[in-house]
């Protein structure tokens, strides 16, 4: 079965530029989603499509997608920011990657 | 605006049977997919199952194929998951959310509906 991989943890300064990376066997050639999840909150797609975002997501996130990596990008990082994110894509089912929890220092 | 509120939820031994709905407003329901995700306690998300806006098409994870249905009454703008023979790995909060087709991605989310599978 299809398996995505984050790292389990980023730490990122405030007002920096946090990566999450996502990797899987060919990613490129799949579109992948992203959501944020606060402490028991539900999830909230921040990034479609590989590089879209709904409406109320600010600009500062941002995706990038290929090869074996997808990355979701957030610029000037703010402590609300910190939560859980996943990555999400389609094979045979739907695919989430682990998780990677997001620090601001 | 959209609103997804799942309900149906609590405690359950195993081997026994439980119904989960998702009451479903401020769309035209019956235009949309349907998915469960569910979340385990301190894990991650998990696909569980989709309905095609019509009911006609359903799909299921291996984790839950032949134990759980996924159903939808497009008159009372509900979505259902029918779950039999429940187990302990099954505990999860369960989320219902939207989707424009089967594989796409989802913008709306429940609350969700806490199941916990103990004897």
């Known amino acids: 079965s299809y398996e995505l991989t984050q790292p389990l943890s980023v730490s990122v300064a405030q007002g920096q530029t946090a990566t999450i990376t996502c990797g899987g066997n060919n990613i490129g050639s799949k579109s992948v989603h992203w959501y944020r999840q606060r402490p028991g909150q539900a999830p909230v797609l921040v990034i479609y499509?590989?590089?879209n975002r709904p409406s109320g997501i600010p600009e500062r996130f941002s995706g990038s997608n290929s090869g074996t990596t997808a990355t979701l990008t957030i610029s000037r990082a703010q402590a609300a920011d910190e939560a859980d994110y996943y990555c999400q894509v389609w094979d045979s089912s739907a695919v989430f990657g682990g998780g990677t929890k997001l620090t601001v220092l | 605006q959209v609103q997804l509120v799942e309900s149906g939820g609590g405690v359950v031994q195993p081997g026994r049977s439980l119904r989960l709905s998702c009451a479903a407003s401020g769309f035209t329901f019956r235009t949309y997919a349907m998915h469960w995700v569910r979340q385990a306690p301190g894990k991650g998300l998990e696909w569980v199952a989709v309905i095609s806006f019509d009911g006609d098409n359903k799909y299921y994870a291996d984790a839950v194929e032949g134990r759980f249905t996924i159903s939808r009454d497009n008159a009372n703008n509900t979505l259902y998951l029918q779950m039999n023979s429940l187990r302990p790995e099954d505990t999860a909060m369960y989320f219902c959310?939207?989707?424009?087709?089967?594989?796409?991605?989802?913008?709306?989310w429940g609350q969700g509906t806490q199941v916990t599978v103990s004897s």
């Open positions: 499509r590989d590089n």
């Open positions: 959310t939207r989707d424009i087709i089967l594989t796409g991605y989802w913008e709306y």
